[in-house]
């Protein structure tokens, strides 16, 4: 039930993809021509087939930070709950104050939509949760505030239940995955830990550094896989659409089961980036007729009802079908998850509370509900 994905085999019904093209032909015209497709630099990282030797990083150019994966933890999915609870603490625990009283009366109710207002939860969500909430009093003739601290919990889960979905992989080999975003907001060290899942679930993985303007993001995602020993795609300069291609490409030729197309950040505003993005899209379906498979968003927990605007505005742009929510530790704004359930359910595979591997898991409404009100 909380495998990190769900595998699923090819469907004999799907489409059939558009035939490999030969590495040196041009790709379709949407696609990048510069340099044609072996005028790019490729870094290999800890790959054996890889289509170019991995290139030195300068002796003055440091590494940048990534930090050290850690042992898989014993408990799993209790640890995992543990650190949910205590990531949402200052989300929760404002909430939780309301519930410290002993009457059920009017002011506990506005007490109430305070804190869910103050967590990021939105004005359209809070008064879905106070009317809901207002019903289960009455039905379940709940005296105490205790019980309706409970009951707020089966409000909450089931206004998030619509968000919980797995990530299929395998339908399509590969399955191409693109990760999108605003700067900073956890795609490149998401990226990684899913690498890490995926190549410790026997999947091979094949990443495509599509951010070709920032050489410590390529170089992050570089350290990501030699760390889990796959392979990259990576191109200084030029068109990301063209890494991503490059990528789909050769992700297709050597069999890969999962090619994630890691993306530069930008910001909603940024119309030109943000087309940049739809053609990054568009190309990846010229080198694959059914991808991408999974469009995802990245979005930073600590950026509250700001969340929901980038989901609202990369939806638009790419039709999301996933999205990552990350920084949920230490995060007054939790709350934000129920504006995205109310306001633009697009699935959420996966939630962060911390940078390290263990660190993010799949989403799942009940937990998520009772770690916010424990
Ligand atoms: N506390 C915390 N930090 C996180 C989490 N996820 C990512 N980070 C940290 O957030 C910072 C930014 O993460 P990146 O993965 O580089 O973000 P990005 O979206 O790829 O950034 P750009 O490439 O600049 O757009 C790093 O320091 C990560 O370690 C999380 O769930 N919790």
Do not use: C
């Amino acid at each position: 039930m909380f495998s990190f994905f769900k595998k699923k085999s090819p469907s004999p019904a799907e489409p059939s993809s558009a035939p490999v093209p030969d590495a040196a032909s041009a790709p379709a015209a949407d696609a990048p021509t510069g340099g044609g497709a072996l005028g790019w630099l490729r870094k290999s990282f800890g790959a054996q087939d890889a289509a170019a030797p991995q290139a030195a990083p300068a002796a003055d150019e440091a590494p940048p930070a990534v930090p050290e994966p850690a042992p898989k933890p014993k408990g799993t999915r209790q640890g995992w709950m543990e650190r949910l609870k205590s990531g949402l603490r200052k989300t929760g625990g404002s909430i939780a104050t309301v519930f410290t009283g002993t009457q059920i009366n009017d002011a506990l109710y506005e007490e109430l939509e305070d804190a869910l207002l103050m967590a990021d939860t939105g004005v359209k969500a809070t008064q879905h949760l106070l009317a809901d909430l207002r019903r289960r009093v009455k039905e379940a003739k709940a005296t105490e505030p205790a019980a309706v601290k409970a009951l707020l919990a089966d409000a909450l889960a089931d206004l998030l239940r619509p968000l919980e979905k797995p990530l299929v992989i395998g339908a399509h080999q590969p399955t191409v995955i693109m990760v999108a975003g605003v700067n900073g907001a956890g795609k490149t060290t998401s990226i990684g830990k899913l690498t890490r899942h995926l190549a410790d679930h026997g999947e091979s993985v094949l990443l495509a550094a599509a951010d070709t303007f920032r050489a410590a993001a390529r170089e992050q995602l570089g350290v990501w896989a030699t760390r889990n020993t796959v392979e990259i795609i990576s191109q200084e300069g030029g068109d990301p659409a063209a890494v991503s291609f490059d990528a789909v490409t050769a992700g297709r030729a050597r069999g890969k089961d999962v090619v994630l197309v890691d993306t530069a950040g930008r910001l909603p505003t940024q119309l030109h980036l943000m087309e940049e993005l739809k053609k990054i899209k568009r190309v990846v379906t010229k080198a694959d007729a059914t991808a991408p498979h999974e469009v995802l968003l990245v979005i930073d927990g600590n950026t509250g009802q700001n969340a929901l605007a980038q989901v609202r505005a990369f939806d638009d742009a790419l039709s999301l079908t996933g999205l990552i929510v990350t920084k949920l530790d230490g995060t007054a704004k939790g709350g934000v998850l129920a504006a995205i359930a109310q306001e633009r359910p697009v699935p959420v595979y996966f939630i962060g509370v911390g940078e390290k591997v263990e660190d993010l898991e799949t989403f799942d409404a009940r937990e998520f509900a009772q770690a916010l009100l424990a």
